[in-house]
T-cell receptor, first 109, second 115 residues
Framework: GQQVMQIPQYQHVQEGEDFTTYCNSS?????IQWYKQRPGGHPVFLIQ?????EVKKQKRLTFQFGEAKKNSSLHITATQTTDVGTYFC?????????FGKGTRLHILP | GAGVSQSPRYKVAKRGQDVALRCDPI?????LFWYQQALGQGPEFLTY????????KSGLPSDRFFAERPEGSVSTLKIQRTQQEDSAVYLC?????????????FGPGTRLTVT
């Protein structure tokens, strides 16, 4: 069945370093969404990408959707302690939404 | 404005008991989703409603799981004869959209522990 793979599973970075998480699908996606879940919290919608090759920025966050619409990435520049949490990508095919397992980001002070 | 609310926030059930989990979506949101999230995992899709119609229930793990949204607003996820493997956080999400892409707003979840 359709899978959405996310790597890495965990990432520890020093505060101020950059961070990237990657999302890969076995099939073409109609769109992809990114969510952030703080420890003990619930997923919070960050952004969605629809077009092939699309790039969107939100302050220090840059989101990309691959040309083949099978992969995506989230890059955070100069991480801050408030960036701590788990970042999930979610792929949309038909009406089903498939979440990756997430990348847990730890920030070392 | 009010977000998605879920109740109860925590539920402890003995194996074999039935449980009912409630979701109040954002007012006016057409689409409603239920997910199961195990510890350290991503949300796993269970079922999807568009208004009162259950359009996809392919993610429900067994016939012990049942969901309804009779008036197209509040939804209830019912689990019959709970098993230990049902222990997880059950998340509800709603979306204004009736077609993809769905920008989903999640509730705080119900943490179910089956003993």
């Amino acid at each position: 069945g359709q899978q959405v793979m996310q790597i890495p599973q965990y990432q520890h970075v020093q505060e101020g370093e950059d961070f990237t998480t990657y999302c890969n699908s076995s099939t073409t996606l109609s769109n992809i969404q990114w969510y952030k879940q703080r420890p003990g919290g619930h997923p919070v919608f960050l952004i969605q990408l629809v077009k092939s090759g699309e790039v969107k920025k939100q302050k220090r966050l840059t989101f990309q959707f691959g040309e083949a619409k099978k992969n995506s990435s989230l890059h955070i520049t100069a991480t801050q302690t408030t960036d701590v949490g788990t970042y999930f990508c979610a792929g949309n095919r038909d009406d089903k939404i498939i979440f990756g397992k997430g990348t847990r980001l730890h920030i070392l002070p | 404005g009010a977000g998605v609310s879920q109740s109860p926030r925590y539920k402890v059930a003995k194996r074999g008991q039935d449980v009912a989990l409630r979701c109040d979506p954002i007012s006016g949101h057409v689409s409603l989703f239920w997910y199961q999230q195990a510890l350290g995992q991503g949300p796993e899709f269970l079922t999807y409603f568009q208004n009162e119609a259950q359009l996809d229930k392919s993610g429900l793990p067994s016939d012990r799981f049942f969901a309804e949204r009779p008036e197209g607003s509040v939804s209830t996820l019912k689990i019959q004869r709970t098993q230990q493997e049902d222990s997880a956080v059950y998340l509800c999400a709603s979306s204004l959209a009736s077609t993809r892409p769905y920008e989903q707003y999640f509730g705080p979840g119900t943490r179910l522990t089956v003993t």
